[in-house]
């Protein structure tokens, strides 16, 4: 996984929330870029900016595909943050 020094604390991160055991590893390598992006200094909300920010290693039209097409239980990921917000 081309990860960046700082993505192994948001891979920690998503390991607290239990994510890393209910996601595939794409999902996840996926989400850590987003997550690097949004919280990048200068980042406005577009998917160029998410691939651009983040050093995503694949074309941003992936990106476009992982926000359209992934099957999202939006419940699930809500509950979990929850908990881990609650705890």
């Given at each position: 996984m081309n990860r960046l020094a700082h993505h192994q604390g948001i891979h920690k991160f998503f390991f607290t929330l239990?994510?890393?055991?209910q996601l595939s590893k794409s999902v996840i390598k996926h989400l850590i870029h987003i997550v690097d992006a949004l919280t990048?200094?200068?980042?406005?909300?577009?998917?160029?900016?998410?691939?651009?920010?983040?050093?995503?290693p694949n074309h941003r039209t992936t990106l476009r595909h992982f926000f359209t097409k992934s099957p999202w239980n939006e419940e699930r990921l809500l509950g979990k943050l929850q908990e881990w917000i609650l705890s």
């Open positions: 239990g994510l890393t055991l990048t200094k200068g980042f406005s909300g577009t998917l160029t900016d998410i691939h651009y920010w983040s050093f995503h």
